[in-house]
């Protein structure tokens, strides 16, 4: 194996799970979504702790009063490094992120496939701001590429969601 292929199989993330206890009731479209983000995640990730070669990874997301929980564990579960992240510079755009997925929701249901369209853009816009906020949130602590960080700001919305 090259070494920069030893790189990318250490560099990622294998399980993914969210914390029961910072779980909200959700509906089924917040619960396939979530499901769709950790699919995703686990197949496709770029996970690199800052200071730490020993991947892959297990990850447990959690809230634990306004901080996000980043667990971060070896592949067999033995515990390597737990971070606690603010959730203040998320609370506005997860905010209107849930607004606006509302707005799409229904538009689904009873809007022109142009409304619908442009209120997805909207929706896909504030996603990528969210995910640029926890990209630089954790910078400092976990190198992760853009299409991880998109997965990763599903699952801190998911974790907000209250029902």
């Avoid at 294998?14 to 197949?43: M, N």
């Avoid at 730490?52 to 009063?65: N, S, V």
């Amino acid at each position: 194996m090259t070494p920069a292929k030893a790189a990318v199989d250490r560099n990622r993330l294998v399980a993914v799970t969210l914390d029961e206890a910072s779980i909200g009731s959700s509906i089924r479209d917040i619960e396939h979504e979530r499901a769709v983000a950790i699919y995703d995640l686990i197949e496709e990730n770029s996970f690199a702790p800052v200071g730490h070669d020993e991947g892959p990874y297990a990850l447990q997301i959690g809230i634990k009063e306004n901080q996000l929980v980043l667990d971060i564990r070896h592949q067999d579960g033995k515990p390597m490094i737990a971070h606690l992240l603010s959730l203040t510079p998320f609370k506005r755009i997860v905010k209107d992120y849930f607004l606006i997925c509302d707005s799409y929701y229904a538009a689904i249901r009873t809007a022109t496939p142009d409304r619908i369209e442009a209120i997805d853009m909207g929706r896909r816009g504030l996603h990528d701001e969210g995910s640029r906020i926890l990209q630089e949130a954790i910078k400092s602590k976990v190198a992760v590429d853009f299409d991880t960080a998109r997965r990763l700001f599903t699952l801190i919305c998911v974790l907000h969601w209250k029902g």
